[in-house]
Structures are given as C-alpha cells and as structure tokens.
C-alpha cells in the first residue's frame, strides 16, 4: 500500500479510511482503531488522511489526538449523530477546521440541528484536482 499512498500524495488525492465498530455482519471489526493509521501519517505528512466517522462509537478521542497531532489528518461526522458533535469533538475552536461534514443518510437520522451548531469549518480542506 505504500506505493498506493506515495501516488495519492503525489497527486494530491485524499484517503479516507473507515474507522470505528461497523454494522456489517460478514466482517472483522479489525484495523479500525483510529491510532492505527498514526504511522501513515508520519511517514506520508504531505498525504491527506481522512478518518471517517470519528472511530464511533469508542475512539473519538483517538480520532481527535489524530487531527490535533498530525496537521494532515481529519475526521468527518458520518454517523456521528449531530446532537453529539460538540460532546464527540471538543475543542472545535481549535479542531473544527479538521472536521469534515458527511452524513451516511439516512443511517444516522435528521440533519436539521446541524444548521444550529457551533461547528464551524474556518478553513476547508483544499485538494488539487487531477485533471
């Protein structure tokens, strides 16, 4: 996967990794721990990490050591339930420009109380496109 990464970050292309329990019944809940992929990004700082959902629903804080450590790792809210952003992602003062909006609708209910939520993204991620 090296070489796959070492291409990504060449070309400017984010990878998003699942991370946390899921639903799925044919699978291992293995390599979903958000820490896992802390040697990643380290060795590949100028590749951008994305962690989905937060490792919901019992490693958020692992999630958010990740965007505080590593300036090119990020989370996003799939399956995040919104009432719970500013309780799973402290700090948004100092992290919310790390967060990433995704929803995994309808999985995770209504969205109407994100128009009603702090969090706010100063700074969106920016990717180059390949053309």
């Given at each position: 996967?090296?070489?796959?990464?070492?291409?990504?970050?060449?070309?400017?292309?984010?990878?998003?990794?699942?991370?946390?329990?899921?639903?799925?019944?044919?699978?291992?809940?293995?390599?979903?721990r958000?820490?896992?992929?802390?040697?990643?990004?380290?060795?590949?700082?100028?590749?951008?990490?994305?962690?989905?959902?937060?490792?919901?629903?019992?490693?958020?804080?692992?999630?958010?050591?990740?965007?505080?450590?590593?300036?090119?790792?990020?989370?996003?809210?799939?399956?995040?339930?919104?009432?719970?952003?500013?309780?799973?992602?402290?700090?948004?003062?100092?992290?919310?420009?790390?967060?990433?909006?995704?929803?995994?609708?309808?999985?995770?209910?209504?969205?109407?109380?994100?128009s009603?939520?702090k969090?706010?993204?100063?700074?969106?991620?920016?990717?180059?496109?390949?053309?």
């Amino acid at each position: 996967m090296k070489e796959v990464y070492q291409l990504c970050e060449k070309f400017h292309l984010p990878v998003v990794f699942h991370t946390g329990l899921t639903a799925q019944k044919d699978t291992e809940q293995k390599f979903i721990r958000p820490l896992i992929f802390e040697e990643i990004a380290e060795e590949n700082p100028d590749l951008v990490l994305i962690l989905a959902h937060g490792g919901k629903p019992h490693w958020h804080t692992e999630a958010v050591d990740m965007i505080t450590k590593f300036e090119n790792v990020y989370v996003d809210t799939g399956l995040v339930d919104p009432k719970n952003w500013e309780t799973v992602f402290p700090n948004l003062e100092k992290t919310g420009h790390k967060i990433l909006f995704g929803s995994d609708l309808p999985v995770c209910g209504s969205y109407n109380v994100v128009s009603t939520s702090k969090l706010t993204l100063k700074s969106p991620l920016k990717v180059n496109p390949v053309l």
